[in-house]
């Protein structure tokens, strides 16, 4: 019976001794691997958002002055209709670093090309208040804001969800919708509609 009870504790304590020398899990998650989800916008709904918009605007002719490329100044972004947090600057540096690599667009943010000049700030204000009022944007100063900013057209996005729960799921669905105000005219010539739906039980 000793016999046993000496066998028992050394295969215990080799169990034991063997927990103690596995090297600890990785704090990092593999990138196949999905993660927490929620029904928080997280990184991966930024990236399927950007590459949105770089598969709708590759194929796009854009307006441009001269021979250069079009440069797009990526403006405000509402989220009035939506409860959920949306990093708007996260939102925008994911789409200007994806739209670089189709090497047909220049991308900079509004709040960046509005320091170039002490009347752009006005100007913007001016096409910001009309666009999100419905108003015709004025030709005059959007030209004017395209020539002190540099930049050709204007990008405006809204956020909007639709959430509903049932049976212990909630299920979000994010509406991103983009418009692009040419700068020579101040008329909407491009508009994109991007969905992300999410079950989260």
């Known amino acids: 019976m000793r016999r046993y009870r000496t ?3 050394i295969l215990v304590l080799s169990l034991l001794l ?6 600890p899990r990785s704090v990092y998650v593999p990138p196949g ?7 928080e916008m997280d990184d991966k709904d930024y990236d399927l958002v950007a590459k949105s918009m770089f598969d709708a605007l590759a194929e796009e002719t854009i307006p441009s002055r001269g021979d250069r490329l079009p440069v797009v100044a990526l403006a405000s972004v509402n989220t009035d209709d939506c409860n959920y947090l949306v990093q708007t600057t996260t939102l925008q540096k994911a789409i200007q670093v994806v739209m670089r690599k189709a090497k047909k667009l220049r991308f900079t943010r509004a709040i960046e090309a509005n320091q170039r000049d002490p009347m ?7 096409i910001e208040w009309n666009y999100w009022k419905g108003n015709p944007i004025d030709a005059e100063e959007a030209q004017k804001y395209g020539k002190l900013a540099d930049v050709d057209c204007l990008l405006f996005g809204r956020v909007s969800e639709i959430t509903r729960r049932q049976w212990g799921l909630t299920e979000v669905t994010y509406r991103f919708t983009w418009e692009l105000v040419d700068c020579q005219t101040g008329e909407i010539v491009w508009d994109h509609l991007c969905k992300i739906r999410k079950n989260i039980r």
Request: with cysteine; hydrophobic share 50%.
């Open 7 to 9: 066998i028992w504790f």
């Open 18 to 23: 063997a927990g103690c020398a596995t090297p």
């Open 33 to 39: 691997e999905q993660g927490i989800a929620t029904v």
């Open 120 to 126: 752009i700030p006005e100007l913007y204000q001016a």
